[in-house]
């Protein structure tokens, strides 16, 4: 069952459930008055007035707190056992612990992200420890300091406490170990990314009872203290990310299984006493700073190790000599995971692997080791169970010899060769080699040699070809078509015979129309021109095509109506024209055909597919009115449809749209008002969902899901962040991704950027410039609380900016510039704390500009000017009855006291310019919910999967 369909039926069973409460529950009156009370204490704190929506103290629906968001209860007894409180407050709130008290049977509490400093005044957690089923606790990413950690040891049936991110300091000092010894019940603890010194351990070793510890991103240094020794019963422990040089006293933790040691500063003193820890079956060591040569016998006696990771670390081999230490590696009966990418073994690693006899042994990396000169294959011949072979960023060339009696790897399915120097010559090999394989990475090699017919029919069985950027031959194009069980193919920037951009003036150079199972094909940034091929009709598996930047023109055949499975289309930045079809698949959820010809009214072309998450047509030649349709796209998130011809005005039905969180209608020719009813589009995500685990899930990898977001707990013992739907992920093995990235360009601060993948779930924006809009600005627009960027410049609008939007606390960047707009600037404007661009330019407005102080104090001139009437700083007139000296004309009389002001002021505009300057880095300072969402983002690449991030990482180099 893959996650998709478990999630599915997860869904179903949440549909019976809430069904089955909405019909029969009636919940305990004390907690629908807690409840109650718990929304009007938070009430004047919350993100957005949407929260919390559903709890409405509603005599007709009185007993249905059961159902409201954010709230479980437990079926039988229609008591509350989990409140999912996180995510609702940015700014800083000290909780009132006593509005929980009234839920006796509360298991599950989680306030993450909330802001949180502290209690109200004579409070404290220890208030909670009256909850004795309380179970799990999810404080993390709030501010809370040193002082609730002495009344922890109130919470006596605790199980799980998680308390990553926070504002704790260092030292960690509190009398008596004693309060934490009284957590009797706590198996897992999570303090990860707090900055804490060793003075925290003492208190972690009375902690008898963990199984889980997560210490990473901390600034743990040697000497490390017995403490943690104590913990006997851990079963896993995530030290990655500190700075620690070795630790002596682990051997005691019989129980550990998993092992995190990932980026400190470890040399070779460390590995004896990791060598006793027997039960081991995890360990990573990425990147610390062993030295050669690396005492593999040290690890052999690790009988149950199942994952080695020793990447990143400058491993060689002595050249020219069998090295002895592999042989070692033998011994690790159950390895099945070895990964020595990143290192600088050379070629003297190939003699060496015969050592690795390893019959467990199923998964082999050495990407990224300088291997140069011919693959013959029968190096690894020895390693007759490996299932997955990673070679990539090698240099490795290709003109083997073929051995007779050559042994084959009959297991292996996976073999990642991209951007090395192998030639067409290869692909014999591949068949001959491997009679499995069905998984091939060629990506960034030189295949334009001459190829047979019979070379591609060795392949005839794979199921996933990456081709991207590789150098290919027109013969080879054209026997790609004989690969009819391919469901992923990717050949994005192909280069031809000569190295240089293909170009196809005629049709498509090659054909699947026989590879009917065909999932994903992305074909994106050659140079094809001509018609976009009808055979695509045949692939009636297909899910994502991407043919975006190419020279295609001509209309987008009718034949696409028959893809009933296609989710995801890319055909932007092609010369495609004619009218957009009006029968694309109802599975569409992602669609781009930005940049294009495209012509004529939009019709009802995507009226049917309901669950559209993005739809892009900017920069086409559309006209007519916005269709009413859109409205009923409510899943809809991002709307694109910029730099068209659309005409008529804004239709009530977008304000339907509450889950968009990007919507850009600028430069066409919309006229009419702004639709007060905008306010609807709330403009910000509204996730409840807790992303944790229990012992449970620690061996298999498990999902959930928020909004868009899948999260897995990996191999590695550490999160994998992804989301599902922004990303199509190849992935064959845990930890390797190859992944698509949905992007998409929307204007903020005055400049586009590129958002890509899961940061699109983070920005949210409102682009209405470039029309004919008339009529006033809705004051209704203050409501839009999550907005970041809004744009209304260059329309028609009239009448004074509204007082409302200083409620937009969330506002980064606002452009009113070029309208009709009259009277003052509100003077609460400068309560806009995250705003970095700012302009009412070429108005009508009058009477004095805003305070200098804080963001505005860097705004200059230009966001004023135009504005016959407006005076005050910045500006060079000054207001009536004001007696300004302009700062430039003052006499230097005093020199001392004004050098000081002026440095001041110096500092302050510095400190804001250089905000400005570092754009996004900015956000997360200011808005902590960004901050965080950032941090998390970070943290779940770097700390296992690190392929990820090589291959992503510059992804989000918009930052
Ligand atoms: C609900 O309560 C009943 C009775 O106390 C208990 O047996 C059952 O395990 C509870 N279910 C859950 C999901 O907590
Ligand atoms: C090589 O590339 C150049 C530049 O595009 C092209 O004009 C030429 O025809 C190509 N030569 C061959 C042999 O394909
Ligand atoms: C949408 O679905 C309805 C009902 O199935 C159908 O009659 C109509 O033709 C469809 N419209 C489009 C544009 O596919
Ligand atoms: C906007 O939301 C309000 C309250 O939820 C609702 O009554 C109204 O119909 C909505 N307006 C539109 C145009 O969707």
Not at 212 to 220: C, D, G, H, V, Y
Not at 493 to 511: D, E
Not at 879 to 896: H, K, V, Y
Request: glycine share 8%.
């Amino acid at each position: 069952m893959n996650s998709r369909s478990a999630l599915g039926i997860l869904w179903v069973w949440m549909i019976l459930v809430v069904g089955f409460n909405h019909e029969t529950l009636g919940c305990v009156e004390e907690e629908r008055k807690g409840l109650l009370e718990f929304k009007a204490y938070v009430q004047p704190y919350l993100n957005n007035p949407t929260l919390l929506q559903s709890w409405v103290d509603d005599d007709s629906r009185s007993h249905e707190c059961c159902a409201w968001e954010r709230v479980e209860c437990n079926s039988t007894t229609n008591r509350v056992i989990q409140l999912s409180l996180n995510n609702m407050i940015d700014v800083y709130f000290n909780l009132n612990v006593s509005l929980f008290l009234p839920f006796h049977e509360l298991q599950n509490l989680s306030l993450s992200g909330n802001s949180i400093m502290s209690f109200v005044e004579n409070q404290g957690l220890e208030l909670l420890g009256r909850l004795k089923k309380l179970e799990v606790l999810d404080l993390s990413s709030n501010f809370f300091n040193n002082s609730i950690f002495p009344s922890l040891g109130a919470l006596k049936s605790l199980k799980n406490l998680f308390l990553c991110e926070n504002a704790f300091s260092n030292p960690f000092s509190f009398e008596g170990l004693e309060p934490w010894g009284r957590m009797e019940k706590l198996e897992v603890l999570d303090l990860c990314r707090n900055g804490l010194d060793n003075s925290i351990l003492p208190y972690l070793g009375a902690l008898k009872s963990l199984k889980i510890l997560s210490l990473n991103e901390n600034a743990f240094t040697n000497p490390f203290p017995e403490e943690l020794a104590g913990l006997e019963n851990l079963q896993m422990l995530d030290l990655s990310w500190n700075k620690l040089e070795g630790l002596k006293t682990l051997a005691r933790l019989e129980k550990l299984e998993v092992l995190d040691f990932g980026n400190n500063a470890l040399d070779n003193s460390i590995l004896p006493s990791l060598g006793s820890l027997k039960s081991l079956k995890k360990l990573s060591l990425r990147q610390n700073s062993f030295t050669n040569p690396f005492p593999y016998e040290e690890l052999s006696g690790l009988e149950n190790l199942q994952i080695l990771d020793l990447s990143w670390n400058g491993l060689s081999s002595t050249l020219g000599l069998q090295d002895q230490g592999f042989k070692h590696l033998d011994r690790l009966k159950n390895l099945e995971v070895l990964d020595f990418s990143h290192n600088s073994f050379g070629r003297s690693i190939i003699p060496n692997l015969g050592a690795l006899k390893s019959q467990s042994l199923k998964s082999l990396d050495l990407s990224g080791n300088n291997i140069e000169g011919t693959f013959t294959g029968q190096e690894f011949a020895n390693l007759y169970n490996l299932q997955m072979l990673y070679l990539s960023e090698n240099g490795f060339n290709g003109t083997p010899q073929i051995i007779p009696g050559i042994k084959r790897l009959r297991k292996l399915e996976v073999l990642d060769i991209s951007n090395n120097k192998f030639s067409t010559t290869i692909l014999q090999y591949i068949g001959l080699l491997l009679p499995n394989i069905k998984t091939l990475y060629l990506g960034g090699n030189d295949l334009s040699g001459p190829i047979t017919d019979q070379d591609l029919s060795t392949l005839s069985e794979l199921e996933l070809l990456d081709l991207s950027d590789t150098t290919l031959s027109y013969d080879f194009l054209q026997n790609i078509g004989e690969m009819v069980s391919l469901k992923f193919l990717r050949m994005g920037n192909i280069k031809g015979l000569n190295g240089t951009q293909l170009s196809f003036k005629g049709n498509v150079p090659f054909s699947l129309s026989k590879s009917l199972s065909l999932k994903v094909l992305d074909a994106s940034d050659n140079n094809i021109a001509g018609r976009l091929p009808g055979w695509l009709g045949n692939l009636s598996d297909l899910q994502v095509l991407i043919m975006a930047n190419n020279h295609f023109k001509g209309p987008i055949p009718a034949e696409f109506c028959a893809l009933g499975k296609l989710t995801f289309v890319d055909l932007s930045m092609n010369n495609l024209n004619g009218l957009i079809p009006s029968c694309f698949p109802k599975s569409l959820e992602y669609v781009h055909l930005q940049k294009n010809e495209l012509e004529g009214p939009i019709r009802e072309a995507f009226s049917n597919s309901t669950g559209l998450v993005t739809l892009d047509i900017s920069d086409n030649m559309l006209n007519g009115s916005l269709p009413r349709w859109i409205g009923n796209l409510s899943s809809l998130g991002v709307l694109l449809l910029k730099g068209n011809r659309l005409e008529g005005n804004i239709p009530i039905q977008l304000c339907h749209l509450d889950k968009i969180n990007i919507m850009d209608l600028s430069h066409n020719n919309l006229s009419g008002p702004i639709p007060s009813c905008l306010k609807n589009l709330t403009f910000q995500r509204l996730d409840g969902t807790t992303h944790r685990f229990n012992m449970d899930e620690l061996d298999d990898p498990f999902y959930v899901s928020g909004p868009g977001i899948t999260m897995s707990y990996s191999f590695y013992s550490s999160y994998v962040y992804k989301s599902s739907l922004r990303e199509f992920t190849f992935s064959q093995n845990s930890g390797f991704f190859k992944t698509i990235m949905e992007q998409v360009e929307f204007t903020t601060k005055s400049r586009y950027d590129i958002y890509k993948g899961i940061v699109l779930e983070l920005i949210f924006g409102l682009d209405l410039s470039c029309n004919q809009l008339v009529g006033n600005i809705p004051p209704e627009i203050g409501e839009l609380h999550g907005i970041h960027a809004l744009n209304l410049s260059h329309n028609h609008l009239s009448g004074s900016i509204p007082t409302t939007i200083s409620n937009l606390k969330q506002l980064e960047s606002l452009d009113l510039s070029f309208n009709n707009l009259v009277g003052t600037i509100p003077p609460q404007i400068t309560e806009l704390h995250s705003l970095s661009v700012f302009t009412v330019a070429y108005n009508n407005l009058s009477g004095k500009t805003p305070e200098q102080k804080e963001q505005f104090a860097t705004f200059g001139k230009s966001s004023y000017e135009g504005n016959p009437l407006l005076c005050g700083e910045p500006l060079e007139k000054s207001c009536p009855g004001e007696t300004r000296e302009p700062s430039s004309a003052r006499p230097t009389s005093n020199d001392q006291e004004r050098g000081f002001d002026m440095d001041t002021f110096i500092m302050s505009f510095v400190a804001s310019y250089i905000t400005v300057l570092l754009g996004m880095a900015a956000v997360f300072y200011i808005n902590p919910y960004w901050r965080r969402q950032w941090f998390h983002l970070i943290h779940v690449c770097i700390t296992s999967c690190y392929y990820f991030v090589v291959d992503n990482l510059h992804k989000f180099s918009v930052f």
